[in-house]
Structure formats: structure tokens, C-alpha cells
């Protein structure tokens, strides 16, 4: 919105330049337009009266019709207050007065009718609303067919007569003025398809509704817009980038089918064909890919990442693989030197403990071309590390990398800007994947290799710790290994240290006889990397270890996770550390210990777990929980900023609204068609207030 819109609310009638300071400072609003989309969070239902006797302590707010028997000052000093002692045929309360008292005392009519509207508290026997809104009854009023707005507000604003009714006001003023200028943003050909109400009908019934089904559909088309404009930002920024970046094109698969013949390991799952299919759809076709691969833990991202790298190699050039620690890197390079040395192709590591003599041999390789494979950590990213012709980065686990260091990569090559595969194994519910990562092309890898047995997942309070360790013993001896993990406790680490090293010391005296390792945030990466090693070569038949173990990690052998304080973890978290059993052929499980005493969150979370394996079932139960606000990378991403929708409610809109986006730049990419004239504007005008909308890829 422009121009009109831009006007300093100070000049609305009824604002005036003090209020608008207030304004300005309390709900960061400066101009018509924003002031306009201030929605309300809420609406009352002002049909709805009750009487004295129905009410109860659950009510967030009622309205009673009632008459004033008896006004009165009552108490001293901070205590005085007025007190109107009300009735109706059922019985009496009291409306009381803690600020404002002359004004009320000289506006309130002795015996006459009003409505009342507050939430009701209960003082005694006698039930009592505190600073009730209140209007003289009229026929009006008793019959009114509306819903009052409730606007988000602030003490100081109330202070100067702004309370939710004082924005209201302002409110009327404002739409009247904007009325004649609010211009419609949605071409008629979508407005018609996806039966949404005109944009000027919207604003007045959102602020002003006169029947539920229009405020329903007030909501629904506002909604609708605001996804639709995130969504076809997103598009557009993809189709430019499409357009700027070629890509080198990799279309030989020789490696590839030697691999595939004669030395992979194990049968690819159907998904895991899919997802090499649609990336080797990219990598040939001379655009740039930018793929995400969202795959549950144990999905076998790594052979899809190594599979692609051979593609890579094979046409002449060279891929890196980049992990978020030391230990992961350390465990993919192992993982694929095996595969590498099959092939007789060069793979290195690169971590920050890279020995500077080990260093200068890579450096070398790699530019004469001789490296094919480069795994490592965030070292890969150094300016010294330069490939003869790096035409494929992977990325493991991406939440844990910052834009700008993928950025880094795309700086390695300078004819061609290398293909990008991101990996993560955190499940994100599709709606927000759609938005968070909308410029990407995901893939998902929704399907287990054969032959894994489900998790069996279980839920034990402290107080049956004693079975507990009866079956870690069981299972030790049969040869297993096992985890056993802590909370980090994010206000103390030596809370946390204490945590882990009591489980430890707990966990040897009733194991005196099995060998344990232990690995905590405190230890030098050397120590805890000797740990782990001990762990994964089966030295150590216990793991005591905070959450560092975390991510990727993969020791087959290991089928039992016992998580200790679970109540504390967050569902997302608990599920990647669940997903470190469950690798091998062995039936493998899961204990969430916890205390006996839960919140209600907290034991969603728990019985969540119990009940499905499924990451992508998780993360909605999660998106439900926390909103979207919390999950990972959104705060970064804008989508917090969204004014009313909601990404973890309105799933179905937004699913719609980028259907609508999709098909309209797939009929008008440049959106020059008369028709679509309004869509264009709005970009246009949003260019020049929007965020950074890049910085979400
Ligand atoms: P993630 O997706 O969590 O990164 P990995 O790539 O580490 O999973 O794979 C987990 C384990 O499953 C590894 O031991 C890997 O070798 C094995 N694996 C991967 N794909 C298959 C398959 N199609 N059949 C059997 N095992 C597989
Ligand atoms: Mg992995």
C-alpha cells in the first residue's frame, strides 16, 4: 500500500500527535497502512449475555446486564476504591473501580441498567469484576448481532484511554478514511477459484464483523494473501536464481553403475532410487541444483550424498561432503573411505585438528584434482581450501550452518557455482518446509531399509530404575551395547557436569564389571573423540553421555537408548537421539525415564514418542506444542513476522495459497498480463519495504 497509506497516523482524527508518539513506541506502528493491519487477536462474542448465577471462575470474560443498586468509596490510601454493588433477577455482585474513580463516579447513573463485560472473579461468596467495560443498556445493545474486536495493547497505551474499545475507536476512524483507497491485491481470477471475499470487505469485517461466517471468511481471505505473497516471493526469488546460476552439467554415470554393479552393499530402498533420480534430474540438466534431502534418521542419506558424489567424479569433477562436528565428519569419512577404496578414488579429512603437513598435502590434491572427495567440518570453508573444480557440495544436518557460511561454498568454484545438497534428518511438517526452505526443491526419503524392526519406545518413571538396569544387563550380555543419555542444562554447566557424573558413578556400581565410556560438553574434543572410538569399536558397552551425542553418530551394535530426565528434552531432540538405535538387525529400544510429576506438554511429548516412530508425525505434534516461532530456523527466516496467519493452524490455506502462486507464475512468470496487474503492484510495493527475503535460502 502506497502513498495514502504511508500518511503519519498522528494526522487520523481522534489520534493527535501524543498518542501517536505512544503509538509509534508501544506497537512500533507509524502509518495508515500499519495501523490498518493491526487485527484483532480475538473477538467477544457480544451476543451473548449471562446471568449472575451462571457464572463461574472458568470465564475469561462475560457480559451481565445488570442495575446499580449502590455506588460507594470504599477503604483508605491504595486500597480506596468504588464499589457498585449490581443485581439482576438472579442474584448480586459487584463491579469495583481501582483507577479512574472520579470519572466513573460521575458518569454511572444510580439505578439504571447497564452491560457489564469483564472476566469474574470470585471474592468470598460474592462474585466481582474488576474494571468491567460498561454501557448504558439500550435496545441497541441487548440485541446487537456483532463481535467486538479485541486488539493487542499495551499498560501505557491503556493508560491514555487505548484499551482494546480505544483502538476500536480509532479503528472506525481509520477504515472510513482508508475505505475508498484500499485497492484490491488479488487478480479475479483467484479471488473466483479459491472463493475469497474482495479486499475491501475483508478489512471491514475483520475489524468490524457483522456475522461469524463473514468474519470466517474476512480471516480466510487475509490469510490467504499474506501466504500467497510469502509463497510467491519464494517462487520468484527460485525462478531467478534458476536464471542467473548455470549449472556445470553432470551426466556421466559410469562410476556410478561400477558402484551400483558390483560393490554396493545392500539394495537401495525405493526411496532412496527416487531421491538420487530427481537429484541426477538436476545435476544433468545445466541449472544449478539446490536440494534438500529431508530423510528420518536411518533413512540412508549418506549413500544417496555419496551416490550423487559419484555422478560428480565422473564427470570430471570433484564433490565435498561438510558436517556440523569433528565426530560426524570423522564418522562419514570412515563410512565412505570404505566405499572410495572399492572405487579407487581419493577422499581425505579436513577438520580443525588437521595436522598442518596433512593440511598442505589436501590443498595440493585437491587443486591438481587428484582428491575427489573432501570431508570435513567447518575448516572445508577456509579460503586456502580450493578445489581444481568443485562441482557438488553436500551439507549434513543444515540447521546447524549459517547462511552465509553456505554462501562460502558457492564461492569455491568460479566458473560454475557448485550444486548444493543439503541434508537434514530433522523432519519439518510440510507446510513449513514449504516456507522455510520455499526457494529449495526438497526431496524426502520417507521410507526405512528393509529389514529394520521398529523401536519399541517405552516410558518408565525413576522409581523403576532397578527393572531398568536388570535390562541393560540382559541385553549386554547378549552382546548389545548401550546409551545412556543426560539432559544439558543450559543455566549450569557444572549442574550438567554433576548430572552425568553421578549417572556415571551410579551406572559403575551397578555395572562393576562392563567396561563404560563417558563423554561430556566439558572434555577436550580429543578426549571425547577417544571415548566415542572406544564405543564404536566395542571396547565400552556403555555410553554416558549429555545430548553431544546427538547427531549422526552410527554404531549398529548399539540397540538400547536410555534417556534420563526425558521430560526435559524437547520432541524433536528426542527423537534424533532415539534414532541412534535402531541401525542394526537387532529388535532395539527406547526408555524415557522421567519423574513421576509432568506437565502437560511435557507428557504429550512423552506419550508422542511411545506411540509413533515417525519423524514427520513428530514434527506436527511439535509445530502444535511450540508453534512455529521456536522450531529450528524460523526466527531468522521472517515467517514469524506473519501478521495473521498462522503456520502451524492454517496448513490447508497455505497449501492453496501456493498451489495459486505456483500456477500463476507458471501462466505469468513476469506477471504482465492485464489481469494480473494487481498481483504485480503488490510485489512491486512490498520490494520496497520486505525484508531480506534472500536470507531464507
Ligand atoms: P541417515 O539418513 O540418518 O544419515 P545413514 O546414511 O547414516 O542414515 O544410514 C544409516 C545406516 O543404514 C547406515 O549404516 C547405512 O549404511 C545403512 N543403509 C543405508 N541405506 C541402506 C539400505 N538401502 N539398505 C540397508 N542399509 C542401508
Ligand atoms: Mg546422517
Same mark, same amino acid.
Given at each position: ?382 579460503? $586456502? +581450501?580450493?578445489?581444481?573444480?568443485? =562441482?557438488? /557440495?553436500?551439507?549434513? #544436518?543444515?540447521? *546447524? @550452518? ?115 565410556? $563417558? +563423554?561430556?560438553?566439558?572434555?577436550? =574434543?580429543? /578426549?571425547?573423540?577417544? #571415548?566415542?572410538? *572406544? @564405543? ?124 495459486? /502462486? ?36
Amino acid at each position: 500500500m502506497s502513498g495514502f497509506f504511508d500518511t503519519k497516523i498522528e494526522f487520523l482524527k481522534g489520534v493527535g500527535p501524543q498518542r501517536a508518539a505512544l503509538i509509534n513506541k508501544e506497537l512500533n506502528i507509524f502509518t495508515f497502512g500499519e495501523l490498518l493491519q493491526h487485527y484483532p487477536f480475538r473477538y467477544e462474542d457480544r451476543t451473548k449475555f449471562f446471568k449472575i448465577r451462571e457464572l463461574h471462575s472458568d470465564m475469561e470474560s462475560v457480559q451481565v446486564i445488570a442495575k446499580i443498586r449502590k455506588v460507594e468509596l470504599v477503604g483508605m490510601g491504595n486500597k480506596k476504591r468504588l464499589v457498585a454493588q449490581v443485581a439482576d433477577e438472579t442474584g448480586e455482585m459487584e463491579m469495583t473501580w481501582f483507577k479512574g474513580i472520579a470519572w466513573v463516579q460521575k458518569n454511572i447513573t444510580p439505578s439504571a441498567a447497564y452491560v457489564f463485560l469483564g472476566k469474574p472473579a470470585q471474592f468470598g461468596r460474592k462474585w466481582s469484576i474488576a474494571h468491567p467495560e460498561m454501557e448504558p443498556l439500550t435496545t441497541a445493545n441487548e440485541t446487537r448481532n456483532n463481535f467486538q474486536p479485541i486488539y493487542s495493547t499495551t499498560e501505557k497505551l491503556k493508560a491514555r484511554f487505548l484499551d482494546s474499545r480505544g483502538i476500536s475507536k480509532i479503528m472506525e476512524q481509520l477504515v472510513q478514511v482508508c475505505f475508498p483507497h484500499i485497492q484490491e491485491t488479488m487478480s479475479n481470477e483467484i479471488l473466483e477459484q479459491y472463493q475469497l471475499i474482495g479486499k475491501k470487505e475483508a478489512i471491514r469485517q475483520i475489524h468490524f464483523p457483522t456475522k461469524p461466517d463473514l468474519l470466517q471468511r474476512a480471516r480466510k481471505r487475509l490469510k490467504f494473501e499474506e501466504f500467497f505473497y510469502l509463497q510467491l516471493r519464494l517462487l520468484m526469488l527460485k525462478v531467478a536464481r534458476v536464471e542467473k546460476y548455470r549449472g556445470q552439467i553432470l551426466n556421466n554415470t559410469e562410476l556410478l553403475t561400477e558402484f551400483y554393479t558390483n560393490h554396493i552393499p545392500f539394495e537401495l530402498t525405493n526411496a532412496q532410487k527416487r531421491v538420487i533420480r530427481e537429484s541426477y534430474g538436476d545435476l544433468k540438466s545445466g541449472k544449478q541444483m539446490n536440494r534438500l534431502i529431508q530423510g528420518d534418521v536411518g533413512s540412508g542419506k549418506t549413500m544417496v550424498a555419496f551416490i550423487c558424489a559419484l555422478i560428480a567424479i565422473s564427470s570430471g569433477a570433484q564433490a565435498c561432503l561438510m558436517a556440523p562436528t569433528e565426530i560426524l565428519a570423522t564418522q562419514h569419512y570412515s563410512g565412505l573411505k570404505e566405499f572410495a577404496d572399492m572405487m579407487g578414488l581419493k577422499i581425505d579429512l579436513l577438520t580443525g585438528s588437521t595436522k598442518k603437513a596433512a593440511r598442505r598435502i589436501i590443498h595440493e590434491e585437491l587443486l591438481s584434482g587428484e582428491l575427489k572427495i573432501l570431508i570435513g567440518t567447518h575448516a572445508l570453508l577456509e579460503d $586456502i +581450501v580450493q578445489f581444481q573444480n568443485l =562441482a557438488l /557440495a553436500i551439507v549434513d #544436518e543444515q540447521h *546447524r @550452518f549459517g547462511v552465509a557460511q553456505r554462501a562460502k561454498l558457492w564461492a569455491k568454484n568460479e566458473q560454475f557455482i557448485p550444486h548444493v545438497l543439503v541434508m537434514t534428518a530433522t523432519p519439518i511438517p510440510r507446510t513449513l518446509a514449504m516456507t522455510l526452505y520455499g526457494d529449495l526443491d526438497v526431496s524426502v526419503i520417507d521410507e526405512m531399509p528393509a529389514g529394520r524392526k521398529p523401536i519399541q519406545t517405552v516410558h518408565r518413571y525413576d522409581k523403576d530404575r532397578l527393572k531398568v538396569f536388570g535390562f541393560i544387563n540382559e541385553e549386554v550380555k547378549k552382546g548389545r551395547q548401550v546409551y545412556i543419555v543426560y539432559p544439558l542444562i543450559e543455566e549450569s554447566e557444572k549442574m550438567d557436569l554433576k548430572n552425568v557424573m553421578d549417572g556415571y558413578e551410579s551406572i559403575s556400581r551397578a555395572f562393576p564389571n562392563y567396561p563404560i565410556s $563417558i +563423554v561430556n560438553g566439558s572434555m577436550k =574434543a580429543d /578426549a571425547k573423540e577417544y #571415548e566415542m572410538q *572406544r @564405543f564404536v569399536k566395542g571396547e565400552t558397552k556403555i555410553m554416558v553421555a549429555t545430548t553431544v551425542i546427538e547427531v549422526g553418530v552410527n554404531v549398529p551394535n548399539a540397540s538400547v537408548m536410555i534417556i534420563e530426565n526425558a521430560e526435559r528434552f524437547g520432541l524433536s531432540q528426542l527423537h534424533q537421539l532415539r534414532g541412534r538405535v535402531g541401525r542394526g538387525a537387532e529388535q532395539s529400544y527406547c526408555i524415557l525415564m522421567s519423574k513421576y510429576e509432568l506437565s502437560k506438554d511435557s507428557r504429550v511429548r512423552l506419550e508422542t514418542m511411545v506411540r509413533t516412530n515417525d519423524g514427520f508425525e513428530i514434527a506436527d505434534v511439535d509445530l502444535r506444542l511450540r508453534g512455529p516461532g521456536d522450531l529450528m530456523g524460523t526466527q531468522q527466516s521472517g515467517i514469524t513476522d506473519l501478521l495473521i496467519a498462522d503456520l502451524s493452524k492454517d496448513a490447508a490455506i497455505l497449501t492453496l495459497a501456493r498451489d495459486a /502462486a505456483q500456477q500463476l507464475l507458471a501462466n505469468d512468470a513476469e506477471l504482465t498480463q492485464p489481469e494480473n496487474l494487481p498481483m504485480l503492484r503488490q510485489i512491486k510495493q512490498q520490494k520496497k519495504t520486505a525484508v531480506n527475503w534472500s536470507r531464507i535460502s
